[in-house]
């Protein structure tokens, strides 16, 4: 069963870090990109960033670039996300997602997680 | 506020058929781009319902069905059952965000 499991969400003070996790298991994690999907308390599914199945090439939400950081062990099976100088809009439950690519090239999400919850509070 | 638009709400009787429209612009929909939506019921995980504008994963009932055109998509729902109570999102990438971009989200109730 293809299947991702998050950790690492918790309580953190404004400016503060915490660190994300996301073990994979049931296909070949190393031939998949991998992404990062955030969703705020009541509000709609938020993109942050992605990484590619080498770790090579990586993009990220204009809303958290350079505060935010992706990457990935492939001998491990686990996506990560660095998260610095915390800010209360990043409170969100945040989901580890597998990117599958169409015939023409583009990407989707085909597999998500059940979500860890980040909470940034002063 | 999301790049691509779709109606806060939409709702139907069971058997009926709803519709939910997803408009976007020349840097994402109408560039060509695929588009996708998922599946949210309240308190749990989004699910991939179509991908690439019209094409249904494994184990998704046909009675989901999408289309696009121009700058524009729809995610079809025909034969309402009470299970599709749910947010439903479409998702596409926009060349000048350089990144995915989501709907604000659709809430689909089955009266």
């Known amino acids: 069963e293809v299947q991702v499991v998050e950790s690492g969400g918790g309580l953190v003070q404004t400016g503060g870090s915490l660190r994300l996790s996301c073990a994979a298991s049931?296909?070949?994690?190393?031939?998949?990109?991998m992404s990062w999907v955030r969703q705020a308390p009541g509000k709609g599914l938020e993109w942050v960033s992605s990484?590619?199945?080498?770790?090579?090439?990586?993009s990220y939400a204009d809303s958290v670039r350079g505060r935010l950081t992706i990457s990935r062990d492939n001998s491990k099976n686990t996506l990560s996300l660095e998260m610095n100088s915390l800010r209360a809009e990043d409170t969100a439950v945040y989901y580890c997602?597998?990117?599958?690519?169409?015939?023409?090239?583009?990407?989707?999400?085909?597999?998500w997680g059940q979500g860890t919850l980040v909470i940034v509070s002063s | 506020q999301s790049v691509l638009t779709q109606p806060p709400s939409v709702s139907g009787a069971p058997g009926q058929r709803v519709s939910i429209s997803c408009t976007g612009s020349?840097?994402?929909?109408?560039?060509?781009?695929?588009v996708h939506w998922y599946q949210q019921v309240p308190g749990t995980a989004p699910k991939l319902l179509i991908y690439?504008?019209?094409n249904r994963p494994s184990g998704v009932p046909d009675r989901f069905s999408g289309s696009k055109s121009g700058t524009s998509a729809s995610l079809a729902i025909t034969g309402l059952q009470a299970e599709d109570e749910a947010d439903y999102y479409c998702?596409?990438?926009?060349?000048?965000?350089?990144?995915?971009?989501f709907g604000g989200g659709t809430k689909l109730t089955v009266l």
């Open positions: 997602a597998k990117r599958a690519v169409t015939d023409r090239g583009w990407y989707y999400f085909d597999c």
């Open positions: 049931g296909f070949t994690f190393s031939s998949s990109g």
């Open positions: 990484i590619s199945s080498s770790g090579g090439i990586t």
């Open positions: 020349s840097s994402d929909i109408g560039a060509g781009y695929d």
């Open positions: 690439a504008n019209n």
């Open positions: 998702e596409t990438y926009d060349s000048s965000l350089s990144g995915s971009v």
